[in-house]
């Protein structure tokens, strides 16, 4: 399992290990070579059911009926893999508790010749859903991990299948699983577009290593995200209990029919509070399809840096209250500059749909393939312009840039107050990964007490733009910085890989 960790709050991915609460840092993920075949071509036969739930029926008394239809088709995932320690023997969480080593052993045991292990097998558990009588199941990617083996053990009897992997999209933590098997008992599909705020919901899985259990909620919201815990998130939010075990497991609408896959919780504690997400069946039944007919997702790529309208950049960009994800920078040679976006542009609608935000730009644009010629319309100084843009396909990595803090010489900028800046030497291109053509003012000390360092300026940071137009150097940043009006700037920042838009208003101070 995993936790994202602040003062206050836990993000954990609903997993067990070892049949015990653990808690490790979260990392990314990396695309693993893929175990399916790459040559299948035919689509998984799920059945879908799109019907809108009835809302104006009365309240059952029971759930019982749905729960009998749908838990044939929930199973356990039980993962095997070998943890390795180069620099001794096994270190194991559960050595220093005498209760569980009556159960997990002692890896000090002389006795047992286990004191010079290097390496030791790690189970973990979690839930899963069958989506077609043949055998294809559903679950979440950091379930299967880096396993080394998978086994399925279905809802009733004791045997277990070995369970082959088709595809791992980390990205949106699905995977795809195929048993040998027939004639299953599996899940129908629901449409997750029509979900509901208020709709009854159940999730059913394996939490603790207890055996199946139902838990029962509303939709407590849709579309959430912005937590950093996958690529593309656009999570069913729920209070139905979901535990660690309960990760790859079903929630399902009162009818039964498969709404999302269980993913993870915010916790103070590890364990429920009410708050846990699930990916939507909609996002992972594309994933889904596109691991069985190519073993991978690719996706398309429009190459623009993007960030969400904040009323102070709604208001520098004349937008009112227009909904839209502002384009921060522009990819050179990339779909979006081929056909002429420019950074400071606004996409308000892409391919017909109208954009909300930056999360559902990226989303939209994942889910069209490369090559795929789409149009993008954008205000540009507050007026409206049509752009058709050819897709290509996301790049495997994303350049990053991270450093501490550049020793030049540095000149002070008279409306950034506490903000220093110098040139680009060699040595700061190196010293903070910064691209070769990448132009502007680096950032060398900033103020913790200024309004800048609250805005997130920090050393290592390129300012690229100071109210819309380009600098070059530090120079021409702190010129152009003796001309701003009201001491309220737009700036434009480049920063670890990439570049955003902010205000700093020093007439405000620090908050």
Known sequence: MRKLQNKLLAIVLATAAGGALALVST?????????????????????????????????????????????????????TKTVKHPNGPDMSPFSSDPFLRRFFGDPNDEREGRSQKRSHKERSLGSGVIISKDGYILTNNHVVDGADEIKVALSKGTKEYD????????????????????????????????????????????????????????VSAVGRGGFGVEDYEDFIQTDASINPGNSGGP?????????????????????????????????????????????????????????????????????????????????????AAEAGLKSGDVIVEFNGKPIQDSRQLRLLASKTSPGT???VKVLRHGKEKTFSVTL???????????GERDEESSSTSD?????????????????????????????????????????????GDVIEEINRKPVANADEAVEASKHVKNKRSLLRIWSRGGSHYVVVDESKGKS
């Open 251 to 335: 929630l399902v609408d009162a009818e039964g029919r498969l709404v999302g896959i269980n993913t993870f919780i915010i916790s103070r504690s590890g364990g429920n509070q009410g708050i846990g997400f699930a990916v939507p069946v909609n996002l992972a039944r594309d994933v889904m399809e596109r691991l069985r007919k190519d073993g991978s997702v690719v996706r398309g790529y429009l190459g623009v840096m993007i960030q969400d309208l904040t009323p102070d950049l709604a208001k520098e960009f004349d937008m009112a209250e227009q909904p839209g994800a502002l384009v921060s920078g522009v990819t050179e040679k990339s779909a």
């Open 27 to 79: 990392g990314r993920a990396f695309d693993w070579p893929l175990a399916g075949q790459k040559n299948a071509k035919a689509s998984v036969p799920v059945v879908v059911n799109e019907t809108p739930l009835a809302r104006d029926t009365k309240f059952t008394t029971s759930f019982s009926p749905v729960v009998k239809k749908v838990a044939p088709s929930v199973v356990n995932i039980f993962t």
């Open 392 to 402: 290509k396909e996301l790049p495997d990595q994303m350049a990053k840039a991270k």
């Open 373 to 375: 010629k789409v149009e």
């Open 415 to 459: 409306a950034l107050d506490g903000v220093e800046v110098g040139d680009i030497t060699p040595a700061a291109r190196r010293q903070f990964e910064l691209p070769g053509d990448l132009k502007g003012a680096l950032v060398t000390r900033v103020d913790p007490e200024s309004v800048a360092s609250e805005k997130g300026l920090k050393p």
């Open 163 to 218: 369970a082959k992997v088709i595809g791992r999209d980390p990205k949106t933590d699905i995977t795809l699983l195929k048993i040998e098997a027939d004639g299953l008992s599996y899940i129908t599909l629901a449409d997750s577009d029509k979900v509901e705020v208020g709709d009854v919901v159940m999730a059913i899985g394996n939490p603790f290593g207890i055996g199946q259990t139902v838990t029962m909620g509303i």
